[in-house]
């Protein structure tokens, strides 16, 4: 049973248009929610987190929308850029559990046609 | 490079043969991850330290897998036995102990058993 599921196995956008990539989790206990960016042949790389106290996170292009009544966030990327073509993951964690594990969606490969 | 080292990068093996892989964190780190990847999917953790302790084991962790982290830097992840469904990513991740952490993902070591 995932706990953290990424619908959308793939995602194409034009360059300069916005980017939006969806994360939906089913275990209430998650309070911690990170995007990671992974290119072939490199680990993932962190993006941006939020803590379910916020519904907003914001840095440069990158924002996280998270609605906690709907299980649900999203990661918006504006305006995309070529360089933006990676799979991104959504995870999650139970900060009350901190140092556990993180639980991951199976990816959303995005490309950014120029 | 001050990011998380994993060596080797790719390893080919035949069923039954142990192999070991090796992590170095970033040094100030005192927690450490391995997670296993496999293709269209996100990572799966398989267990953790702080410090030199394993924290956690997950129930993917197999008798045939060992991991330690004797001196708390680096950490090393044994597979004996390997079997064909062993072939996938093994990717190490270090953080700090706070309670918003990041994890910071080496460049995985992709195992390949014939």
């Known amino acids: 049973d995932q706990q953290v599921k990424q619908n959308s196995p793939s995602l194409s956008v034009q360059e300069g248009r916005i980017s939006i990539l969806n994360c939906d989790y089913t275990?209430?206990?998650?309070?911690?929610f990170l995007w990671y960016k992974k290119y072939p042949a490199e680990g993932p790389t962190f993006l941006i987190s939020?803590?379910?106290?916020?519904d907003k996170n914001e840095d440069g292009r990158f924002t996280v929308f998270l609605n906690k009544s709907a299980k649900h966030l999203s990661l918006h990327i504006v305006p995309s850029q070529p360089g933006d073509s990676a799979v991104y993951f959504c995870?999650?964690?139970?900060?009350?559990?901190?140092?556990?594990?993180?639980?991951f969606g199976p990816g959303t490969r995005l490309s950014v046609l120029p | 490079d001050t990011g998380v080292s994993q060596n080797p990068r790719h390893k080919i093996t035949k069923r039954g043969q142990n192999v070991t892989f090796r992590c170095d964190p970033i040094?100030?780190?005192?927690?450490l991850y391995w997670y296993r990847q496999t293709l269209g999917q996100g990572p799966e953790f398989l267990t953790y330290?702080?410090?030199?302790?394993?924290?956690?084991k997950s129930r993917l962790l197999s008798d045939r897998f060992s991991a330690e982290r004797p001196k708390g830097s680096f950490s090393t992840l044994e597979i004996q036995r390997t079997e064909q469904g062993d072939s996938a990513m093994y990717l190490c991740?270090?953080?700090?102990?706070?309670?918003?952490?990041?994890?910071?993902f080496g460049p995985g070591t992709r195992l390949l058993v014939l």
């Open positions: 991740a270090s953080s700090l102990s706070v309670q918003q952490e990041t994890q910071y």
């Open positions: 275990n209430s206990m998650f309070d911690y």
């Open positions: 939020i803590s379910s106290i916020k």
């Open positions: 995870a999650a964690s139970a900060l009350k559990n901190y140092g556990q594990n993180f639980v």
């Open positions: 040094s100030e780190h005192n927690r």
């Open positions: 330290f702080q410090n030199e302790a394993q924290l956690e």
